[in-house]
């Protein structure tokens, strides 16, 4: 099966730009996360979908992110406007069960980096 | 709320030299607890993970891991490492009923020759 996929891998913005993320689960997978990780600290979650609901969003930094599933498929995350201290890397995750007992499918990530 | 500690940020190890990585959680409930690895460039991956019953589990790549309700902690270990373990192991944990899985700061795993 493929596994999860991120898009784009890198990407490269002035302050005040707009930025999506992608992130395309694993098929059949209704459980999407997201997750990320400043400078080399924990990885820190983000939120997570079940299909196209929002299930909980509270590590959400503030309202200049905005997270979307639409159809209960692939996700964007977007980030309007970036500051400097949204740099670090985005992952995306899924999983097929609800609960946490299941493991997390992780995708390659996208590395943010903010001028 | 759960939190995870990593003790060490960094474990240098030369090759077939046995390693444990630290981990040490904190959770008013029951927890499941998770080690990932990260190659890289690439994305986490599942080494083992500890739901219930025996306390020592078996993970992929020779690792096990072994719980300790006691001392609140999830310590990983490999009798003999590879340059190709080297890499970053994030201890994880989650807890029942719960829908968010909460990582520790990693370990950057060094083998050397």
């Known amino acids: 099966e493929a596994g999860v996929t991120q898009f784009p891998s890198h990407s490269v913005i002035e302050k005040g730009q707009t930025v999506t993320l992608r992130c395309d689960p694993i098929?059949?997978?209704?459980?999407l996360y997201w997750y990320r990780r400043v400078m080399g600290k924990e990885i820190k979650f983000l939120l997570h979908?079940?299909?196209?609901?929002?299930?909980?969003e509270s590590g959400m930094p503030n309202n200049r992110f905005l997270a979307e599933r639409t159809g209960g498929t692939y996700s964007t995350l977007k980030v309007q406007p970036a500051e400097l201290e949204d740099s670090g890397v985005y992952f995306c995750?899924?999983?097929?069960?609800?609960?946490?007992?299941?493991?997390?499918?992780f995708g390659n990530g996208t590395r943010l980096t903010v001028t | 709320a759960q939190s995870v500690t990593q003790l060490d940020s960094q474990v240098p190890v030369f090759e077939e030299a046995p390693v444990e990585l630290r981990c040490n959680y904190s959770?008013?409930?029951?927890?499941?607890l998770f080690w990932y690895v990260q190659y890289p460039n690439q994305g986490l991956q599942l080494l083992l993970k500890?739901?219930?019953?025996?306390?020592l589990v078996k993970g992929i790549n020779g690792f096990e891991a072994e719980f300790n309700k006691s001392q609140t902690s999830f310590h990983l270990r490999k009798p003999s490492v590879h340059i190709s373990d080297t890499a970053e192991y994030f201890c994880?944990?989650?807890?029942?009923?719960?829908?968010?899985?909460?990582f520790g700061a990693g370990t950057r795993l060094f083998v050397k020759a």
């Open positions: 994880a944990v989650s807890a029942p009923g719960g829908f968010k899985t909460i």
């Open positions: 500890y739901l219930s019953g025996s306390t």
């Open positions: 995750a899924s999983s097929q069960e609800v609960g946490q007992m299941s493991p997390l499918h």
């Open positions: 959770s008013s409930v029951s927890v499941y």
């Open positions: 979908f079940v299909k196209e609901s929002k299930q909980d």
């Open positions: 098929s059949g997978h209704d459980n």
